[in-house]
Nanobody, 131 residues
Framework: QVQVVESGGGSVQAGGSLRLSCQTR???????MGWFRQAPGKDREGVGS????????WYTDSVKGRFTISQDIAKSTVYLQMNSLRPDDTAMYYC?????????????????????????WGQGTQVTVSS
């Protein structure tokens, strides 16, 4: 049984940084891993994803230059380094994973990230940014 386990959320002031971690357990060779977020009253939004085979990444426009996804394949873990945090980054952040490379096809062809490309989801970790 595959588990996706996030950690690293918390509260920070605007301009600060946080690093989220996401480890998959039960299967070590995920193709795509990514982060979504959902703020109260808003739709879920794709933040960024990484293709573990070659390290290709995709980011939504609002986080480009501020957030970075990295991987530690030996630990089956990806990280989301979030710098220059803003109050509108406040949300529940979810890690998602999939064995396929579908996320790459989606972000290359359509420049988006969709939850439909991911089969395994974590429980979420809260990020709160105060002004």
């Amino acid at each position: 049984q595959v588990q996706v386990v996030e950690s690293g959320g918390g509260s920070v002031q605007a301009g600060g940084s946080l690093r989220l971690s996401c480890q998959t357990r039960g299967y070590n060779y995920m193709g795509c891993m990514g982060w979504f977020r959902q703020a109260p009253g808003k739709d879920r939004e794709g933040v960024g994803s990484i293709y573990n085979i070659d390290g290709r990444t995709w980011y939504t426009d609002s986080v480009k230059g501020r957030f970075t996804i990295s991987q530690d394949i030996a630990k089956s873990t990806v990280y989301l380094q979030m710098n220059s945090l803003r109050p509108d980054d406040t949300a529940m952040y979810y890690c998602a994973a999939d064995r396929s490379s579908r996320c790459v096809t989606t972000f290359q062809n359509y420049d988006i990230m969709t939850g439909a490309d991911f089969s395994y989801w974590g429980q979420g970790t809260q990020v709160t940014v105060s002004s």
